[in-house]
Structure formats: C-alpha cells, structure tokens
C-alpha cells in the first residue's frame, strides 16, 4: 500500500507541471495586453515599460515560463489588479468562503445520494425507483445558475425564509446562524448535480452487486435482507460510488464559480467571475491553478481510498 501510494505522489509531479503549463499559456493566448490591463489607456509610456519590466514580459516565452515557475515555487501568484494584493493572500481568504458551502453540498450529495440509490435498487423498476430516476433526471438536466433562481424565486422572495445574496446580513449580521441561513440556498444548487451523479452510480453499482452470485450464495445461507444488502452488497459497491463522490468534491469548487455568482457568495469562484469582468489575468490565472491543485489532490486521496476498499488494487 505504501508503494501505490509512493507511485502516485510520483505521478502527481509531471501532471502539476502540466497544469503549471496549461495556466501560464491561457495568460498567453487571451487577447490583451497585461500592462494595459494594471495600468489603463491613460499610463504614461515610462510607467507602461516600468511595469513591463517589473512583469518580466520583455523575456522570452520560456524564460516568463520559468520565472513563473519560480515565483509559484515561492507561493508568488502575482499581485491582483482588482483588489491590489497578493493573489495568494485573495485566494486563500476567498478558499475558506468557499469550503464552507462546497463541503457541507459534497457531504449533503454523498449522503443522500448513497442512501437514495440503494433505496431505489432493492425494488428495481417499482414506482419508487421510477421516482428517484425521474428526480436524478430532472437535477441532471437542470443548470446549476437556473436552479439557483428557482431558490431565490422560491425561498427568498416569495416565502421570504431565507437570505438570497451575500455572506452575511447587513445590518446586525455576522454570527454563525447569520452565516448559515445565507449558506442553505447556495448548499442546495450546489449539491444538486452531485447529488443526482451519486445517486445514479450507487443505484448502478447496487444492481450489479446484488445480482452476484456470492449474494444469492449470502441469501440462501438465510442472512436477513439488513445483513445482505449492508454486510455484502453495500461494501462491495462501495469503491465505484467513492471515486464519483471524489470526482464531485473537485467538481464542487469548478461549479462554485456559476454559483457564488448567483448569490454573490464571496468566494473562489465570485473572485475569479470578477477577475474576468475586470481582465485581471493574475487572480484568474491563480484560481484556476488552486482549483487545479485541489482537485489533483482530491483524485490522488480518491484512488488511495479506492486501493484501500478494494482488494485487488491493494493486493496488486
């Protein structure tokens, strides 16, 4: 186990390059001047050619690529044209916004999701497993930011029970329980999708467990349903259902980005919506490397938990 898991953190080096790469040519091929975008149309030409230097951009393609390289390797993201601070500092202020709605919305995804989908595959075809297909379908075919003003529509400004935008109330706000009840609606858009892709991989995987032969062999034995479906079947299903819930945190802070947008939640994904409205190519440039860090890491923890519920990985 501790060779798979060595080979893995190997693994990871040339792909975090390869995002490293990716970033940095985005900044190259997006039409625009960075100069023009810090300094405006009306800097002087001294100033221009100051903070040209300064950027490093009079340098070959490869030398920028390095110098990048080693500023990112110093945790220098560069300085944000917005908010005029460190990018670094930006993101890692904005990453905990954002974690208090993507965690509670993964946790909230993986939970019903699980339970939803064994619920739905112990009658296949019956009319509740008809319902939970036609609900997973229904949040499948449904945008995230449309949803999200369904809620609003819904919650904020007809029945009036919860807070539509913002983090935090205006006026006498700031507690946690103020925090929460801004929190509930941009949880719910975003555990949607998520909820809707694990429930339908738990109710796929159940069935093809449930129709081995080592759980009619559990069954004929005279072990109760309880004992077949959650001692047998369950942990057997388990691995596949695990790297989609996985796969669903990373997706979790892409999708933050349409949904902070819609309840103007200050986190990474607002940040980065405002860094392409004002052409600020740092704190863009520096969002989607931290989303892209984040979510190489989650898939290197996902296979780690795939290898350790699954036998023959482990084995092998």
Do not use: C
């Amino acid at each position: 186990m501790i060779n798979f898991i060595l080979k893995r953190l190997g693994q990871l080096v040339p792909v975090i390059l390869g995002v490293t790469l990716a970033v940095f040519l985005l900044g190259q091929i997006i039409p625009g001047d960075a100069v023009d975008a810090q300094l405006g149309g009306m800097a002087s030409e001294e100033d221009r050619q100051a903070l040209r230097e300064q950027l490093g951009l009079e340098q070959n393609v490869f030398l920028q690529y390095f110098s990048y390289l080693w500023g990112l390797l110093q945790g220098d993201l560069g300085r944000s044209a917005t908010y005029n601070a460190p990018v670094l500092g930006i993101l890692l202020e904005r990453l905990g916004n954002t974690a208090i709605i993507a965690l509670p919305a993964v946790g909230l995804a993986a939970v019903v999701g699980v339970v939803a989908g064994v619920w739905a595959s112990l009658k296949p075809n019956s009319l509740r497993d008809r319902s939970v297909t036609v609900g997973v379908l229904l949040l499948t075919s449904m945008p995230s930011f449309w949803l999200g003003m369904l809620l609003i529509i819904l919650f904020g400004l007809t029945l009036r029970w919860l807070p539509v935008s913002g983090m935090q109330s205006i006026v006498g706000g700031g507690g946690p329980m103020d925090v929460l009840s801004h929190a509930i609606l941009p949880i719910l858009t975003l555990s949607a999708w998520s909820l809707a892709i694990i429930t339908r991989m738990t109710r796929t995987s159940m069935l093809g467990v449930l129709s081995s032969d080592y759980v009619r062999s559990a069954e004929a034995r005279g072990l109760s349903k309880r004992q077949v479906v959650y001692g047998h079947a369950l942990p057997n299903a388990l691995p596949a259902v695990i790297t989609v819930i996985g796969l669903q945190a990373g997706f979790q802070l892409s999708g933050a980005v349409l949904t902070e947008t819609v309840f103007s939640w200050p986190g990474i994904g607002y940040a980065m919506a405002q860094a392409i409205t004002n052409r600020d190519m740092a704190l863009l440039q520096g969002g989607i490397l931290l989303i892209a860090v984040i979510f190489v890491f989650i898939n290197f923890l996902v296979d780690v938990l795939y290898a350790w519920f699954n036998p023959k990985v482990k084995v092998s």
